[in-house]
C-alpha cells in the first residue's frame, strides 16, 4: 500500500501498535519519495521505556522525486510490560510525501 501526506505531517500508519522484544536489535526500512527533490522527512519508532517513559530512535533524510529506500537500526533498550512498537513517518517541510512498503523485522539488514 502506497500512502502520501501534504504540508506537515507527523503520521503512525499502523492501527496497532507491533510487539518487539527488549534488548534487540531490529531495522525498519521504508521507501519514501516527494515532490521535490531536497523535502525533509524521518521516520523512526516508539516504544515504552520503563525507566525513561518512551524509548525510541528517528532518522531525518533528504527526499527526491523518485522512490529510494532508507532503512534505520536500532536495539531496543528496556521495553516496557507490553513490549509495543509504533512506526512514525513526518514530513519537515511543506510539500507531498509518498510511503510505501514499511517494514520492520529482527536483525541489521533489510531484506
Known amino acids: 500500500m502506497t ?18 522484544k527488549r534488548d ?3 531495522t525498519l526500512s521504508v521507501y519514501l519519495k516527494a515532490d521535490e527533490a531536497g523535502r ?3 521516520f523512526g519508532v516508539t516504544y515504552i521505556n520503563r525507566k525513561k517513559g ?3 530512535n528517528d532518522k531525518t533524510v533528504k527526499l ?9 537500526t ?5 521495553v516496557g510490560r507490553t513490549g509495543d512498537l509504533a512506526p512514525r513517518f513526518k ?7 509518498w510511503i510505501d512498503a514499511a517494514q520492520l523485522e529482527a536483525g541489521s539488514e533489510a531484506t
Not at 91 to 97: R, S, T
Open 91 to 97: 514530513l519537515l517541510d511543506p510539500g507531498v510525501m
Open 54 to 56: 518512551y524509548g525510541g
Open 3 to 20: 500512502d502520501w501526506y501534504y504540508g506537515f505531517t507527523n503520521t503512525c500508519p499502523t492501527p496497532h501498535n507491533i510487539h518487539i
Open 24 to 26: 534487540t536489535e531490529y
Open 64 to 72: 527526491s522525486p523518485e522512490w529510494q529506500r532508507y532503512e534505520l
Open 74 to 78: 536500532f536495539v531496543t533498550d528496556d
Open 40 to 42: 525533509r522527512a524521518s
